[in-house]
């Protein structure tokens, strides 16, 4: 009988249709049909007013800006927090938004997570009612624009040492410092700024304008163009004590925000390489050399398959974490996991795409070198690839090999 039963199943397998190169695995037969509905709007949003315009925005070095109202009126800025204007989405939803967006730019997917995962999330986590209800309605809205201020020049990896330092004195903070590589930190109203107080580390919310508060851009970047990324000055700024962040106390605070971004950051870069990916296939199944298209040849196909090989393997990595994630199973280890399998993966990608692209794959013509470049900043931000290593490391082995 249970021979007799393998073989009424197994033709009928062999039968099932073979799903679209770009989802060769069918991951799409996973989602929900909400979630597919969530990913499509997205897609259709970023084909149709991001893609026209981001090659532009990318070559001049500017952000854009005109696209802020209408991702907010999609709902997608603070997606996956719950009240104060936000659209409450699971974190499966989120990460197809970041997936969807990121297909388009890392830089607009930068520009979603730092909203909503590094401002928003902190004021909705560790925030007073006060601070909720005044900024993130705002920044649900896409009228007030926030950034996260951790790393500093002289401190990256390290963040746990970092410099700047909040003096309470009388009914206010003086705060000193600099922070460096600050997303959106010279278009934001506020800044979330992490600083050592006699307490430990505690997070401030510091409002544009506030005196002894100055910003300045970082020009000259090669990656991330169509991306704000500031320094912030503080000079004896004097910040209300009502805007320091009152539920968080150490380095928790900033890593709870990390964690969320680091979450989106592996969906989205699955985006950046399906969007690399489908661009070599379709230039490699035009593109005659010898007398016949180069798709033809056997080391091309062999770069197209572990492509699509490793995109399957990320997307459902990203996924499972996901499911994870909305079940409230999702340990930070894991998220390292993802976000440095993914991110390498998709710069390594990116890269082998481009060579397929020859000469042509130079240019800003084809999005690819556009993403590649991108996918270096991703590799290197929230935590490097190598700092994942090792909290990977640690967790398996039980050593600590940070320092
Ligand atoms: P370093 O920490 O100096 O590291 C240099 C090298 O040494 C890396 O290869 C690193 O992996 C390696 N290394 C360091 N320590 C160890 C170790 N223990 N063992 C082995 N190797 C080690 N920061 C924010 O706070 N907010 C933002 O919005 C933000 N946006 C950014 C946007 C962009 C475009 C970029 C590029 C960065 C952004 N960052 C932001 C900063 C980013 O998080 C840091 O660049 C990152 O944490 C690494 O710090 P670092 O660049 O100082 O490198």
């Known amino acids: 009988m249970v021979e007799q039963t393998h073989a009424a ?114 004021i909705w986590a560790f925030g007073s009612e006060a601070q909720k209800e005044h900024w993130l309605p705002r920044m649900a809205r896409g009228e007030a624009i926030g950034c996260f201020g951790l790393t500093e020049p002289d401190r990256g990896s390290d963040a746990a040492h970092m410099q700047t330092s909040a003096r309470l004195d009388g009914d206010a903070y ?36 506030t005196p002894g508060f100055s910003t300045s851009n970082i020009h000259q970047k090669l990656s991330l163009r169509a991306s704000v990324t500031s320094e912030l000055h503080f000079s004896d700024c004097r910040v209300p004590a009502q805007n ?6 150490g380095m928790r605070g900033p890593l709870s925000c990390l964690n969320e971004a680091r979450y989106g950051i592996a969906w989205g870069v699955t ?55 909305d079940e409230g199973l999702m340990h930070p280890v894991q998220i390292s996991l993802a976000k440095r399998n993914n991110v390498r993966e998709a710069l390594h990608t990116a890269r082998e795409a481009r060579s397929v692209l020859g000469a042509n794959g130079i240019t800003l013509e084809y999005p690819i070198i556009r993403h590649m470049n991108n996918l270096e900043s991703v590799f290197t931000y929230e935590g490097t690839d190598d700092i994942h290593t090792l909290i990977i490391g640690q967790a398996i082995t039980g050593e600590n090999a940070f320092s």
């Open 244 to 249: 320091m962040l009152p539920n968080v106390l």
């Open 9 to 122: 199943h197994t033709p009928i397998a062999r039968k099932a249709p073979l799903p679209a190169a770009s989802d060769l695995y069918n991951i799409d037969h996973l989602l929900s049909e909400e979630e597919r509905m969530v990913r499509d709007t997205v897609r259709k949003f970023v084909r149709e007013r991001v893609l026209p315009i981001i090659g532009t925005h990318f070559e001049a070095g500017t952000f854009p800006r005109e696209l802020v109202s209408e991702i907010a009126a999609l709902g997608l800025l603070g997606m996956h927090l719950e009240g104060y204007g936000c659209a409450g989405l699971s974190a499966v939803c989120y990460g197809l938004v970041c997936q969807e967006l990121e297909a388009g730019d890392s830089g607009i997917r930068s520009f979603v997570s730092v909203q909503g995962s590094l401002a928003m999330y902190p």
């Open 271 to 325: 985006g950046a390489a399906r969007t690399c990916y489908e661009t070599a296939l379709e230039y490699a199944k035009t593109r005659i050399q010898f007398g016949r298209p180069i798709a033809g040849f056997q080391l091309v196909q062999n770069k197209l398959v572990i492509m699509a090989t490793e995109l399957i393997k990320a997307q459902l990595l990203a996924l499972q974490l996901g499911r994870l994630k």
């Open 174 to 209: 003086i705060l000193n410092g600099t922070k460096m590589w600050i997303t959106n930190g010279s278009i934001a109203d506020v800044a979330v700024v992490w600083a050592q107080t006699s307490e430990g580390i505690r997070g401030f919310l510091v409002e544009r304008g």
